[in-house]
């Protein structure tokens, strides 16, 4: 018995911690489950983490849910109903009247505003109570009260199929951040939304986009159980270079507002595949080609995916963003806009509850079948062990993930990072990404800012030994990082052809 392993069995301390005992069976000495990290986890008005992320804009449904009733809608553990009235207005209210307290999901939609159903006060989107329904005579009265309430109202704005909401104080709402203005979409592509329900907090979700070594294991084929595909690994919808594990490099970015998380990959002994993904604070998340097979030489490919980790209450949360279709990001051909939209997503099934036959054809909104809360009673539980995806990965960690209970690799080091970025942004340890200051900086770029997201294949021969590779990989990784900092001052076209005149020099050193 070693040392170290002696001091655990006796349950020494390390770090003014108590060191579990390491011995077989030992379940006994592990079986306590503390808290949760509540600073990071809870996102309930006046938490911590809650008043920082109401600073800032979040999809809070897709428009295609905005139907001829209200929609009920849970964000932030705040109850909603969302509606677009008579004159095409997007409404975000309170849920609970003013008046009484019933729930306007149930209220009726106006040509300007809603009605609630309980006694027939009307709202407009602002809150603003437009009318009050007292008898016949008594309308001086009844515009007196009307002047006298408000429902609670949140801001909304629409952006290709999803609707937007801004839930802090109306003085200090940030520009509405047009990211590369819009986001770089070839005219052969579109932004498709998507929405998907997650049944466990936001964080480990949020986690999961910055986890960029799970691919090697959750979606290789090699992993799946006696041949029961599910569609969840890259061996059959995506590339078998993503099951490589990536050499990652971890890199604050934009002073700390957002992080670059590049991954090189051999995808042959002639092609070097660096991957960048892009975490910005609070809760979005940019993804390069998931499809990509590293084959062919491609320089600042743009984005595949973008999404938001959307707090629904603690246990639970929303992926919901777009996917980029078309030619020009799927190179591959392998997408599948039919696929893409509702608790649905074309990429790798398993991402989200639904397991069913019904979500691959044409359905309306009503016609969805309910996720049961337990996902152990889902209708395609054995399915899901045979071949879990990310759903099953992230759900299982408890509804809320309990981070002293962790013991972190080397490759766990981007979601680590992340954690204390938004710790410092929330604490105003860095104050750079504070809500004033991070919203000051959108105003300074024109609300476009611009993202490191980029696939990128490199025609790189592999290093002579494996010590020679491993720094070349990491040599060529942080360089795609640097160059798309020093891009940062661009925009548009002109920044897209700097950056690749840049990585053709950065290719021919590497091949001298």
Known sequence: MTIKSEQMEKGSSAGGAVVKKLIPYGGYYTNKVPGHDVELTETGPATPMGEYMRRFWHPICMSMELTDTPRFLKILSEELVAFRDGSGRVGVLHAHCVHRGASLEYGAIQERGIQCCYHGMVFDVDGTCLHAPFPKGEEAEAEKYACSIRQGAYKAVERNGLVFAYMGPPDEEPPFPEWEGNFTVLPTDELVPYSNFQHCNWLQVQDNAADNYHTAALHAGKNVVDGHYQGTTFDEVGAASMEVPPDMQFIPVQQGRSLACAGARRADKDHLFVRVQHQVLPNLSLHAYTSEDGLSKKLFSRFHMIRWTVPVDDENSKMIGWRVMGPGIDTRGVGNKELVGYETIDFLEGQV????????????????????????????????????????????????????????????????????????????????????????????????????????????????????????????????????????????????????????????????
């Not at 294949?457 to 990784?477: K, N, W």
């Not at 360089?479 to 002109?494: H, N, P, Y």
């Open 353 to 512: 509850a639904m397991r069913r036959p019904e979500r691959f054809g044409k359905y309306k909104l009503e016609d969805m079948p309910p996720i049961p809360p337990n996902h152990r009673e889902r209708a395609h539980y054995k399915d899901a062990q045979y071949a879990p995806g990310d759903y099953e990965a992230i759900i299982s960690q408890r509804p809320i993930a309990v981070h002293s209970l962790e013991h972190p690799t080397k490759f766990d080091a981007g979601l680590y990072l992340f954690r204390k970025m938004l710790r410092d942004a929330v604490r105003g340890t860095n104050p750079a990404a504070g809500p004033a200051e991070f919203a000051q900086w959108l105003r300074d770029v024109g609300a476009t800012p611009n993202s490191y997201c980029s696939g990128n294949v490199f025609e790189i021969p592999e290093g002579a030994t494996v010590e020679e590779e491993v720094a070349q990989r990491r040599r060529i990784s942080k360089a795609v990082v640097a160059i798309l900092t020093e891009s940062d001052r661009l925009k548009g076209e002109e920044r897209a052809a700097f950056v690749r005149a840049k990585m053709e020099e950065l290719e021919k050193s590497a091949r001298k």
